[in-house]
């Protein structure tokens, strides 16, 4: 296709993928380099550029513009799509000459002017972290007003933008202005490469960073405090997986965290490291800040901030970045300004850590822009500030997350994703070996491990692995039987916590006074004293783990809230509880309450309150604390039983919540719709929902990560329940690969009213598979696509499918590049007098041609209501005589 043809061709699409983001920087950037070479006069660029119109409408107007000047442009604006969008619509387009062409004229420039614009892609990224130097200098030399640069440093503005801002204004001024500037970025370029000077106290606080890297990161705590293992000791290496690039695997090092493999995108500065609740992010991060305190890793950054989001969490002042790095981490005793300002001008040697951001209360997001590292802020404003590169652009930032909480809008910051997963089989033999120092100990309990493969399964992850070979040396050491589910192992657990007595010291005014925690509530080892960098004597604590803390929280609502409670009481039957001593007596009592429980008597009541001691104080606790979603939303739902739609929509849910909120549900009686869009449902939730899919006659799941595997779990359950007929899956991460089991659901469940499947990746070959259920199908009232891809040949096949349909009155191909072909098909379909009264086709390139056909169709058709057709390829005359013809065609 030539690059003019697919202008005009792939309108939709190179607007979705300019658009998509929700700024400008992708439009931004295709400016630049059509400014760069020419191709676009000042003139016309003012035109385009104009701020406080929709992004869209800025985008449409380049096109118009691009199109309407011919091949050259088309071909350079083809190729500058190709650059800053790989993925996008032009990617396999050949265009090789216009590429080229963004390289040459790169050289050519005379004046300073002349330089501003054919350098501007590379100025912009050169003059990112250093606007206020450039606005300071161009402010002294005259050329700039106050006006001009409060107007390039508002802050809605990013670092980008404000560089652009800047070189639009330079620009407007002259010459001589041009020539500051472009001074000024060379002047700083020279600079950057000589040898840092840091100020004299610098080296000081360097030291004291370091000592207290050293002390926070060399032992591991497990175990109610009890046991602080150096973790030089028990460390065993990970799996890493590079996100960019899963060829790469197995050998990965921690330095591949921060190294050049696998960049995604080389301005952003965030690496994520992902991974199950227990693969071992945190323990990883401290390996980390423990070799850079030593000087073994990480050596290119002479400051590491590490930071914990779960502590965060309590900072409820606004703070500056220069609070948050002083205050929360390591205080400079002199010499702050100095210090402070000499890390605003070599961020590059310095590196921050954010541990656990599925753990901040506040989910990521983009909209409260701040540039100004000194203008105080909610800290969580700050962090994601931080992670998009809008404060400290060019700091390194690593950042540790659960996968499935990690939503796109993060992702589009991101650099780099590094994926653990957890120990390798060689991992678990070695880490067993570390954990218990008798050879004898250690070969038997990796024998038992190995004759078990539903153990060994899990022992892949470090924290389960820890729970088991923990378990079974105590087994063994005692003779008993080992055990044999996951409950088995927390049960264990939970035992050997009720049982122990830690020497943990508390003190007044801790969070545990306002939720009722006892001193001796802390002695039985559920909650551990947690490190703060900033405090040494920190009254702040948290559950040993989430899994440990997801398993009290399930525990608790089965105790508390569920008719049925023998079941557990025969679980712990298991384990002989009678033997030890003050919390066993509570726990045992607190399920003996529960048996014999008689209102008004006092023995009764005496025994109730001791066992909600043992566990609902704990539960209040996990309430407080924000990871425990788990208990406090399934005690909700719990509260809201008699509902028959409910909606949790932007709750945090992933795949934990899941498992508690199927658990609840599973018993009611009558139906619900469960709607849980904008959630991190992801394929693992999806099947933690199974078991109540049965209840389910709706389920909503947009925006939630889901990819064709979880679907295929879905329909296989959903084919086996009868009320199970509406699902919305619209913005997940579907293929084609997912559309044979939506057919095969069509084709067999013959009550399923509802499948909508937009802003997904369906091409015309899943559209061909959908159809050949659609065929069959007699029920299904609504079919939506929006957002697909499902062009001509897609909609040909629905169309086709459908024709005589009895039950569709709603059908959207809204966005799917669907033409006159498909058009004059689904005429057709419209023509057997199907009972469908809603076609939606905005937003496609159908001409005039294709318009006639519905036309003449519609006047066979009197149940349809309405046909929309905006922004299709007609133009404004077109639109007015056809509108006069059919008032139910809508443009
Ligand atoms: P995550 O942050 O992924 O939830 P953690 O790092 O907190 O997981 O790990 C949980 C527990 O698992 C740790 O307290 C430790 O006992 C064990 N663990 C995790 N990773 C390792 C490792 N690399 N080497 C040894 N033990 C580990």
């Given at each position: 296709m030539m690059a003019q043809e697919f202008v005009l061709k792939q309108r939709t699409e190179i607007l979705a993928a300019v658009c998509s983001s929700?700024?400008?920087?992708?439009?931004?950037?295709?400016?630049?380099?059509?400014?760069?070479?020419?191709?676009?006069?000042?003139?016309?660029?003012?035109?385009?550029?104009?701020?406080?119109?929709?992004?869209?409408?800025?985008?449409?107007?380049?096109?118009?513009?691009?199109?309407?000047?011919?091949?050259?442009?088309?071909?350079?604006?083809?190729?500058?799509?190709?650059?800053?969008?790989?993925?996008?619509?032009?990617?396999?387009?050949?265009?090789?000459?216009?590429?080229?062409?963004?390289?040459k004229s790169r050289e050519a420039h005379q004046t300073s002017g002349a330089a501003l614009l054919s350098q501007r892609p590379s100025l912009v990224?050169?003059?990112?972290?250093?606007?206020?130097?450039?606005?300071?200098?161009?402010?002294?030399?005259?050329?700039?007003?106050?006006?001009?640069?409060?107007?390039?440093?508002?802050?809605?503005?990013?670092?980008?933008?404000?560089?652009?801002?800047?070189?639009?204004?330079?620009?407007?001024?002259?010459?001589l202005a041009a020539n500051v500037v472009l001074q000024f970025i060379d002047q700083k370029q020279q600079s950057g490469r000589s040898s840092l000077t840091p100020p004299k106290e610098f080296f000081k606080y360097q030291k004291k960073l370091c000592s207290s890297v050293l002390a926070q990161?060399?032992?591991?705590?497990?175990?109610?405090?009890?046991?602080?293992?150096?973790?030089?000791?028990?460390?065993?290496?990970?799996?890493?997986?590079?996100?960019?690039?899963?060829?790469?695997?197995?050998?990965?090092?921690?330095?591949?965290i921060v190294s050049t493999a696998g960049i995604i995108n080389e301005e952003a500065d965030t690496v994520l490291v992902s991974g199950d609740a227990g693969s071992g992010k945190s323990t990883l991060l401290q390996r980390l800040h423990l070799l850079w305190a030593r000087g073994t890793a990480l050596s290119e950054f002479l400051l590491l901030f590490p930071f914990s989001c779960r502590k965060l969490n309590s900072e409820l002042k606004e703070l500056s970045v220069q609070d948050l790095l002083f205050r929360h981490c390591c205080w400079p005793d002199w010499e702050q300004e100095d210090i402070f300002r000499f890390i605003l001008d070599h961020p590059h040697v310095v590196i921050f850590t954010f541990d656990g951001l599925d753990e901040l209360k506040q989910s990521f997001s983009d909209e409260h822009r701040l540039c100004c590292p000194t203008q105080p802020a909610p800290v969580h404003v700050l962090l994601f500030n931080l992670l998009q590169g809008s404060l400290m652009k060019g700091v390194r930032k690593v950042v540790t997350s659960r996968s499935e909480a990690v939503g796109p809008i993060l992702k589009k910051y991101l650099r780099k994703e590094v994926f653990l997963k957890g120990f390798s089989p060689n991992g678990i033999d070695c880490f067993v070996k570390k954990q218990h120092h008798d050879p004898a100990v250690a070969a038997k309990v990796l024998a038992s491990i190995q004759a078990n493969t539903f153990l060994l399964g899990l022992c892949h992850s470090p924290v389960l692995c820890w729970i088991v070979s923990q378990c079974h040396k105590e087994l063994l050491g005692c003779g008993d039987g080992t055990p044999q589910t996951i409950t088995d192992v927390y049960l264990m657990i939970l035992q050997r916590f009720l049982q122990h007595q830690s020497s943990l010291k508390t003190s007044k005014g801790s969070d545990l006074d306002s939720c009722c925690v006892t001193e001796k509530d802390i002695c039985t080892g559920f909650l551990i004293q947690s490190k703060d960098m900033s405090n040494d004597y920190s009254h702040q604590y948290e559950f040993l783990h989430l899994t440990v803390q997801c398993f009290?929280?399930?525990?608790?609502?089965?105790?508390?809230?569920?008719?049925?409670?023998?079941?557990i009481t025969k679980l712990f039957a298991l384990h002989d509880l009678r033997e030890t001593g003050f919390s066993s007596t509570c726990f045992t009592s607190c399920l003996a309450a529960d048996q014999r429980q008689t209102p008004g008597s006092a023995d009764g009541q005496k025994s109730a309150t001791l066992g909600e001691m043992s566990l609902q104080r704990h539960a209040e606790a996990l309430q407080v604390h924000p990871t425990a979603s788990g208990s406090k939303m399934a005690k909700e739902v719990l509260g809201k039983l008699d509902v028959d739609h409910l909606k949790l929509t932007y709750c945090n849910i992933g795949p934990v919540e899941c498992t508690a909120l199927a658990y609840v549900l599973q018993h009611l009686r009558n139906s619900v719709g469960i709607q849980l869009?904008?959630?991190?449902?992801?394929?693992?939730?999806?099947?933690?929902?199974?078991?109540?899919?049965?209840?389910?006659?709706?389920?909503?799941?947009?925006?939630?990560?889901?990819?064709?595997?979880?679907?295929?779990?879905?329909?296989?359950?959903g084919l086996q329940c009868d009320s199970f007929q509406k699902i919305a899956l619209f913005n997940n991460k579907l293929t084609d690969a997912c559309t044979e089991h939506f057919s095969h659901l069509l084709r067999t469940k013959q009550n399923f009213l509802s499948l909508r499947l937009g802003n997904n990746n369906i091409?015309?070959?899943?559209?061909?598979?959908?159809?050949?259920?659609?065929?069959?199908?007699?029920?299904?009232?609504?079919?939506?696509?929006?957002?697909?891809?499902v062009g001509d040949a897609g909609a040909e096949a629905i169309a086709g499918a459908l024709e005589g349909s009895k039950t569709l009155t709603w059908l959207s191909l809204v966005g799917n590049g669907v033409g006159s072909a498909g058009a004059r098909a689904l005429a057709k379909m419209i023509k057997s007098d199907t009972s469908l009264e809603e076609l939606w086709l905005t937003e496609n390139c159908i001409t005039r041609h294709g318009v006639e056909f519905l036309l003449e169709a519609l006047e066979h058709n009197t149940h349809v209501k309405s046909v929309w057709l905006r922004n299709n390829n007609l133009s404004v005359e077109e639109v007015e005589e056809m509108t006069q013809r059919e008032s139910r065609l809508i443009f």
């Amino acid at each position: 296709m030539m690059a003019q043809e697919f202008v005009l061709k792939q309108r939709t699409e190179i607007l979705a993928a300019v658009c998509s983001s929700g700024s400008s920087e992708q439009l931004e950037r295709l400016l630049d380099v059509l400014l760069a070479h020419g191709e676009l006069s000042w003139e016309e660029y003012q035109s385009i550029q104009v701020q406080g119109r929709p992004l869209h409408a800025n985008a449409r107007h380049l096109l118009d513009i691009v199109y309407t000047k011919g091949l050259a442009i088309c071909q350079l604006f083809v190729a500058a799509l190709q650059q800053t969008i790989p993925e996008g619509p032009g990617a396999r387009l050949c265009v090789s000459e216009g590429v080229s062409q963004v390289e040459k004229s790169r050289e050519a420039h005379q004046t300073s002017g002349a330089a501003l614009l054919s350098q501007r892609p590379s100025l912009v990224g050169k003059l990112q972290g250093c606007v206020d130097g450039a606005l300071e200098v161009l402010h002294e030399t005259g050329h700039f007003t106050s006006e001009d640069c409060n107007e390039v440093r508002l802050p809605i503005h990013t670092p980008s933008q404000q560089a652009r801002r800047l070189l639009d204004l330079v620009s407007s001024k002259g010459e001589l202005a041009a020539n500051v500037v472009l001074q000024f970025i060379d002047q700083k370029q020279q600079s950057g490469r000589s040898s840092l000077t840091p100020p004299k106290e610098f080296f000081k606080y360097q030291k004291k960073l370091c000592s207290s890297v050293l002390a926070q990161s060399s032992f591991l705590s497990t175990y109610g405090g009890t046991s602080h293992m150096p973790l030089d000791d028990i460390y065993t290496e990970g799996q890493l997986e590079l996100a960019a690039d899963l060829e790469v695997q197995g050998n990965l090092g921690l330095g591949d965290i921060v190294s050049t493999a696998g960049i995604i995108n080389e301005e952003a500065d965030t690496v994520l490291v992902s991974g199950d609740a227990g693969s071992g992010k945190s323990t990883l991060l401290q390996r980390l800040h423990l070799l850079w305190a030593r000087g073994t890793a990480l050596s290119e950054f002479l400051l590491l901030f590490p930071f914990s989001c779960r502590k965060l969490n309590s900072e409820l002042k606004e703070l500056s970045v220069q609070d948050l790095l002083f205050r929360h981490c390591c205080w400079p005793d002199w010499e702050q300004e100095d210090i402070f300002r000499f890390i605003l001008d070599h961020p590059h040697v310095v590196i921050f850590t954010f541990d656990g951001l599925d753990e901040l209360k506040q989910s990521f997001s983009d909209e409260h822009r701040l540039c100004c590292p000194t203008q105080p802020a909610p800290v969580h404003v700050l962090l994601f500030n931080l992670l998009q590169g809008s404060l400290m652009k060019g700091v390194r930032k690593v950042v540790t997350s659960r996968s499935e909480a990690v939503g796109p809008i993060l992702k589009k910051y991101l650099r780099k994703e590094v994926f653990l997963k957890g120990f390798s089989p060689n991992g678990i033999d070695c880490f067993v070996k570390k954990q218990h120092h008798d050879p004898a100990v250690a070969a038997k309990v990796l024998a038992s491990i190995q004759a078990n493969t539903f153990l060994l399964g899990l022992c892949h992850s470090p924290v389960l692995c820890w729970i088991v070979s923990q378990c079974h040396k105590e087994l063994l050491g005692c003779g008993d039987g080992t055990p044999q589910t996951i409950t088995d192992v927390y049960l264990m657990i939970l035992q050997r916590f009720l049982q122990h007595q830690s020497s943990l010291k508390t003190s007044k005014g801790s969070d545990l006074d306002s939720c009722c925690v006892t001193e001796k509530d802390i002695c039985t080892g559920f909650l551990i004293q947690s490190k703060d960098m900033s405090n040494d004597y920190s009254h702040q604590y948290e559950f040993l783990h989430l899994t440990v803390q997801c398993f009290f929280a399930a525990l608790y609502i089965v105790l508390f809230n569920n008719a049925d409670r023998s079941t557990i009481t025969k679980l712990f039957a298991l384990h002989d509880l009678r033997e030890t001593g003050f919390s066993s007596t509570c726990f045992t009592s607190c399920l003996a309450a529960d048996q014999r429980q008689t209102p008004g008597s006092a023995d009764g009541q005496k025994s109730a309150t001791l066992g909600e001691m043992s566990l609902q104080r704990h539960a209040e606790a996990l309430q407080v604390h924000p990871t425990a979603s788990g208990s406090k939303m399934a005690k909700e739902v719990l509260g809201k039983l008699d509902v028959d739609h409910l909606k949790l929509t932007y709750c945090n849910i992933g795949p934990v919540e899941c498992t508690a909120l199927a658990y609840v549900l599973q018993h009611l009686r009558n139906s619900v719709g469960i709607q849980l869009d904008n959630n991190s449902v992801g394929d693992v939730g999806v099947e933690q929902l199974l078991p109540c899919l049965h209840i389910c006659n709706s389920l909503y799941l947009r925006n939630n990560n889901i990819t064709d595997e979880g679907i295929r779990k879905l329909i296989a359950k959903g084919l086996q329940c009868d009320s199970f007929q509406k699902i919305a899956l619209f913005n997940n991460k579907l293929t084609d690969a997912c559309t044979e089991h939506f057919s095969h659901l069509l084709r067999t469940k013959q009550n399923f009213l509802s499948l909508r499947l937009g802003n997904n990746n369906i091409t015309s070959e899943g559209a061909k598979q959908l159809a050949k259920g659609l065929e069959f199908n007699h029920s299904l009232r609504f079919l939506g696509l929006w957002g697909n891809k499902v062009g001509d040949a897609g909609a040909e096949a629905i169309a086709g499918a459908l024709e005589g349909s009895k039950t569709l009155t709603w059908l959207s191909l809204v966005g799917n590049g669907v033409g006159s072909a498909g058009a004059r098909a689904l005429a057709k379909m419209i023509k057997s007098d199907t009972s469908l009264e809603e076609l939606w086709l905005t937003e496609n390139c159908i001409t005039r041609h294709g318009v006639e056909f519905l036309l003449e169709a519609l006047e066979h058709n009197t149940h349809v209501k309405s046909v929309w057709l905006r922004n299709n390829n007609l133009s404004v005359e077109e639109v007015e005589e056809m509108t006069q013809r059919e008032s139910r065609l809508i443009f």
